[in-house]
């Protein structure tokens, strides 16, 4: 008999510990390492208003067929149901930026060290690979500084070939005169903008 | 001379001939345990860390698995156990960075952090569930959904 009445109570905490740990639907927004934080924009399938996630640890709940609800989530409850996730993401990208001397593909003296550093990245990281991202100053033509920003991109993918790093691992890119470090008026010499960037990821 | 030359074009030709049917790979597998594949027109092939991936692949994890990728854009995600995603779109342009990342999480646990796709151009990484559509304006999060019936 008294068996019989530990029954329901047991059942019914098998049920609050799966509603507290499984929200079987949840969207948690995540503080990233900058102190930066972006936004999610959740819109139901069925229709109706968007919410939109922007502060750290935001989260909403959201069944088929319903309104996304808010859900109260901090560091330790997202560790909980999402550590196994979390503990698998890749290694973030890391950026190398390497400078040329005017007119040449050859690298400045301060960029060569940089250079041996893209190999000790390499060496760390599970199956590396990389994308190599050539950028132009303001002088010249968009067209003409896209094909400038590859071939300096291809000159230290051949670099980086030359040292033994397989070329099917390497992309190369021209961002040409879109993306300058240093913001300048058009037609303006600026090295610090001559620069090929090295993403290892 | 002249076959010579037909001869070098045909070789090269052949060499050129497989990577032109070959798809675009849209990212690579940085780290993988336990039982993960990657499924496309019905064919399953298992995944460990360096494979690539092609746009329309659906990975699927099953029990104590996990999968982390980097895409070509340098966004993120990784998969947790009993995990099944579409990346039904990627399109990037590396000159511009303008590009779409649409995928779709079927079920299971998901860890994403946007990349350039994002920085350029604001919402156009979208995840989709059962539940809802997430567009994402440039962050790190995690989802979690339950099985589509």
Partial sequence: ???????PILALGVFLTACESLKPNVVVVLPEQNGHVGAVVVTPAVGGSATVLDK??????ADAGGKPEAVAMDQAKVDKVFGQVLAARPIPPKSFLLYFQEGS?????????????????IARRPAADMVVIGHTDRVG?????????LKRAGSMRDA??????AADVIAIAGRGEREPLVATADGIAESRNRRVEISVR | MNRIGGLALLLLSAIWMPAAAQEASIGKVKNASGAVFAERDGVRRALQ?????????????????AVGITFADNSMMSLGSDSVLALDRFQFDSTTNEGRFSSRLLKGTLAVK???????????????????????????FVVRAEESQ
């Fill in chain 1, 141 to 149: 033509n968009l067209l003409d500084n896209d094909n400038l920003a």
């Fill in chain 1, 105 to 121: 593909d050859e690298l400045t003296a301060e960029s060569k060290p940089i250079f041996e550093q893209v190999f000790a990245e």
């Fill in chain 1, 160 to 165: 980086l070939v030359r040292r033994g790093v």
């Fill in chain 1, 56 to 61: 750290p640890y935001a989260a909403v709940h």
């Fill in chain 2, 49 to 65: 860390p360096g494979d690539n991936l092609t746009q329309n692949d659906t990975i699927v994890t099953q029990a104590n698995s």
């Fill in chain 1, 1 to 7: 008999m008294k068996a019989l009445k530990l029954i």
């Fill in chain 2, 114 to 140: 946007s990349g350039k796709i994002v920085q350029q151009t604001p919402e156009a990484m979208t995840i989709g569930t059962k539940a809802a559509l997430l567009g994402v304006r440039g962050t790190e």
